[in-house]
């Protein structure tokens, strides 16, 4: 058995997957490799059965049986329309206003995050169905990327989470409460979005004109009904899955089942529902599920030899002997986190960090809730920081060529948000009970 330092484990391992992550390799095979690799020197023969037994524990957690199901309920609802028609909706009420077709795309996004909670879903319609209509109506390539992308990327915070069903396991931590305590970060980032928007509009009134009078011209009632009609669908798949967690009626495993039968009750009732869209639905569901459980898995195993071989409390002592008392080290925590999230896919991320970060946290004396909904906040900004930027070359993919928006436009449209990420977590640290209050509020 070779001895290696703590200290040398943790640089070695860390830097190992910076590095073989930008050869492009899967983040999977490179966690994997790296955990196998480290500990054969670290245990030699009894590495695998150590391997095995971590993938095994990750593969068996039953609130992780939720992931397919939020999966399933979002691809589902995609395929249903009710999100274009509540687009439809609100250009009417708001396409008037100066940049009221991107509040509507945030509005959009927001509530999708609320039904969908699902990235590519989310920013890929968004681009299908806002993109265009913006850009013909004179905005700018910019503008318009930028509020489709962070108004798609909202799905990844606002419930019903994938990042969070995942971060709950991870840190131990109840994942109904984390819910409740993300609902009001995310609507603050929509808020912080749509103010943006508003102000940019009325200095810069060039880069999003309103829309004629004559093409949303409706009788107020009319468009009173058709609104009431629109938002009807998604308060109920929202009641269906965050209610009865907020009530206690469920636990969010159960919850994610009620919602994906929830959302394939309304495809039928829009008479979208067909044998081809339910194999698709689930082929994306397997697809997606299978990624996330692989990494899941592989990670899982990598930080069982990070941790075993005192890797986790090498970085611990480093972190909590930075200068400056405890919010030094929570601003290099959430730096770390920040600048993983330029190279490192969210979800490795979870599985590598949390368990690292999450004893440091309670060390510093934070509120485990508080602490965690501060780190998937923070990592909002990794779908729209280069080189990575899954958001980004999600919207260039899906945006029409005939449109002529390129990456560069999608840059220079995202920055602002990733500040406005920045100005949203520097208000949850003043004002810790915007994502407390919630959690405390939920039914036992």
């Known amino acids: 058995m070779i001895e290696l330092s703590p200290e040398v484990v943790a640089v070695v391992m860390l830097g190992a997957v910076l590095v073989l992550v930008l050869t492009g390799y899967p983040l999977a095979y490179v966690v994997g490799i790296i955990a ?35 999966v399933f309920m ?51 319609l968004l681009t299908l169905v806002a993109l265009p209509s913006m850009i013909k109506r004179g905005y700018s390539k910019s503008f318009a990327s930028g509020a489709c992308t962070a108004g798609g990327v909202l799905g990844i915070l606002i419930p019903p989470s994938i990042m969070i069903v995942l971060y709950g396991p991870m840190a131990e931590l109840s994942v109904g409460k984390l819910f409740f305590g993300a609902f009001v970060p995310g609507f603050i980032l929509s808020i912080l979005y749509i103010s943006y928007i508003i102000i940019r509009s009325f200095i810069q009134p060039a880069i999003a004109p309103p829309v004629p009078v004559e093409e949303r011209a409706m009788p107020f009632l009319q468009k009173t009904t058709k609104l009431f009609v629109a938002l009807v669908p998604p308060a109920i798949l929202i009641m269906s899955v965050l209610g009865v967690i907020f009530l206690g009626i469920a636990a969010p495993t159960e ?26 639905v689930t082929l994306m569901t397997a697809r997606l599920s299978g990624f996330i459980l692989l990494v899941g898995s592989m990670s899982f195993a990598f930080t069982g030899v990070f941790l075993g071989a005192g890797g986790g409390q090498a970085v611990s002592e480093v972190i909590l002997a930075t200068p400056g008392g405890r919010w030094a080290a929570f601003a290099v925590i959430m730096f770390i986190c920040f600048l993983l999230g330029m190279f490192i896919d969210w979800i490795g991320i979870i599985f590598i960090m949390v368990p690292i970060i999450t004893p440091i946290f309670a060390a ?68 810790p009970n915007l994502v407390l209050w919630l959690p405390s509020m939920m039914i036992k």
């Not at 037994?53 to 039953?62: D, S, T, W």
């Not at 919850?255 to 698709?280: M, P, Q």
């Not at 920081?385 to 220079?412: E, K, N, Q, W």
């Open 36 to 70: 196998l690799v480290v500990g054969m020197f670290v245990w030699q023969g009894q590495v695998s059965q150590m391997l095995y037994l971590r993938a095994q524990k990750i593969m068996l957690n039953y609130t992780l049986l939720a992931v397919p199901l939020f």
């Open 74 to 124: 979002g691809v589902m609802l995609e395929r249903s329309g009710i999100i274009e028609r509540l687009y439809d909706v609100l250009y009417l009420w708001l396409g008037g206003f100066r940049g009221g077709l991107a509040v509507v795309t945030v509005i959009v996004g927001t509530i999708m995050a609320a039904t969908v909670g699902i990235i590519t879903a989310s920013v890929t």
């Open 255 to 280: 919850a994610a089942g009620v919602g994906a039968f929830a959302a394939t009750l309304l495809t039928i009732a829009y008479r979208r529902f067909s044998f081809d869209v339910l194999k698709e």
């Open 364 to 431: 510093l004396g934070f509120d485990p809730i508080w602490a965690a909904i501060m780190v998937c906040v923070n990592l909002q900004s990794s779908f729209m920081t280069p080189p990575f930027a899954m958001g980004i070359y999600i919207c260039r993919g899906a945006a029409d060529p005939s449109l002529g928006v390129t990456v560069a436009d999608i840059i220079r449209g995202v920055i602002p948000f990733v500040i406005l990420i920045l100005v949203g977590i520097a208000l949850l640290v003043i004002w």
